[in-house]
């Protein structure tokens, strides 16, 4: 699938009402399916209007082309992650580094691997449709909401927490990939969740006096 431009990736409108939002989300959920299914070449947009239970003519109202299709299928996702770690920085504010580190693994995992076929998919779609500069939009927002969750941890970090988010946001993102590389995730995941905490913990106590 070639790389798509900018332009080409810009929805069409952004729904305005329960009902129209509803429709995207449909149609979304429908790309999702679709790609699973048949995987990204074979894809096609009346595909995906069929699964969702639309016209093409609909679909096209929000859509203007597959690629854009797949790119708000990735940002939906992307976006779900990063509320997921969002929520649970706010939650886990001033308890202690281990609570805060587990608690942050498993949401996520949770978020990342709910589905690891629908993952997978998307991980594999992401370099043609701009999927790194969504990245990095979430990404900023990940670490941000990490420096503040870990700048109230009760055991005073000797490191700046803009830094200790940085490298852990890069293990969690390292782990991830790792699993949906592999051959098996599913089956990798709950022993890549170990090693990730203890990873975690054993440099977080390096951060604290």
Not at 102 to 113: R, S
């Amino acid at each position: 699938m070639p790389r798509a431009t900018k332009a080409t990736l810009q929805p069409r409108k952004q729904p305005a009402q329960q009902r129209s939002s509803e429709t995207v989300e449909a149609i979304l959920q429908a790309t999702i399916q679709v790609l699973v299914a048949v995987g990204k070449e074979r894809l096609t947009t009346t595909r995906v209007a069929h699964r969702a239970g639309v016209s093409v003519g609909t679909l096209y109202q929000y859509f203007p082309n597959k690629s854009a299709l797949l790119q708000a299928t990735l940002r939906r996702h992307i976006q779900g992650v990063q509320t997921a770690v969002e929520h649970v920085c706010r939650l886990e504010r001033s308890r202690p580094l281990p609570d805060m580190t587990t608690a942050l693994v498993d949401a996520y995992l949770g978020a990342k691997m709910r589905n690891v076929k629908e993952s997978a998919v998307l991980y594999s779609v992401s370099s043609d449709v701009d999927g790194m500069a969504i990245a990095q939009a979430a990404g900023k927002r990940v670490r941000h909401a990490l420096a503040e969750m870990f700048a109230t941890a009760p055991e005073g970090l000797t490191k700046e927490p803009e830094l200790v988010a940085s490298v852990v946001s890069a293990a969690l993102n390292g782990i991830s990939r790792r699993l949906l590389e592999s051959k098996s995730p599913e089956r990798h995941l709950p022993v890549l969740r170990e090693e990730l905490l203890t990873l975690l913990h054993a440099y977080l106590r390096t951060c604290v006096g």
